[in-house]
């Protein structure tokens, strides 16, 4: 489906929620090093419990090297500072989604070298920003829904409740 890239994540509970998100949704997941906890790590583990197993997880030492192994794919990089709204674009199967590390977000170089490819998520007031794998999960789902939950369980595949 989508890929997930985040770049340098420093909390081992967030990067096992989204681990858990791309398992449920079909997205791979992309580490961007240096990472703030080790991969063994008891709360990355909790937290991705059981699906950790079920995603496929790449490795790099740097981001230029995620760009040079797919110099043709598409890069949307998910900022506070972005001009658009995540909504407002159109995502394709195979996209990269590109999520900065939680104190500091995306470094300020990359995103104005590809300012027309950084995406927003709206928020009122003052608000820094949202939880990492809050925004993983918005903008996830958001291009799941453009794609219409293409290859996702249909209403009669699913167990309803009955109310009577």
Same mark, same amino acid.
Request: with cysteine; proline share 4%.
């Given at each position: 489906?989508?890929? @997930?890239?985040?770049? $340098? ?5 967030? &990067? ?12 791979? !997941? ?9 991969? &063994? ?23 230029? $090297? ?25 995502? $394709? ?9 939680? &104190?500091?977000?995306?470094?300020? $170089? ?10 927003? @998520? ?15 999960? @918005? ?14 369980? &249909? ?5 309803? !409740?009955?109310?009577?």
């Amino acid at each position: 489906m989508f890929n @997930i890239v985040l770049v $340098e994540p420093e909390i081992p509970q967030n &990067t096992g929620n989204i681990a858990r998100t791309c398992a449920a949704t079909g997205c791979a !997941l992309h580490l961007v090093r240096p990472l703030g906890f080790e991969v &063994t790590d008891k709360y990355l583990k909790r937290a991705g419990l059981d699906y950790w197993s079920d995603v496929k997880i790449y490795y790099y030492d740097g981001i230029g $090297e995620l760009f040079e192994k797919f110099p043709l794919s598409r890069f949307f990089l998910y900022t506070t500072k972005g001009l658009k709204r995540y909504s407002d674009q159109k995502l $394709e199967k195979g996209d990269f989604l590109v999520f900065g590390k939680e &104190t500091k977000g995306l470094p300020e $170089e990359l995103l104005k070298e590809r300012k027309e490819n950084c995406l927003r @998520i709206p928020m009122v007031g003052e608000t820094r920003s949202l939880n990492l794998s809050n925004s993983v999960a @918005i903008a996830v789902y958001e291009g799941l829904r453009q794609q219409d939950f293409e290859g996702f369980k &249909t209403e009669g595949q699913l167990h309803r !409740l009955k109310w009577d």
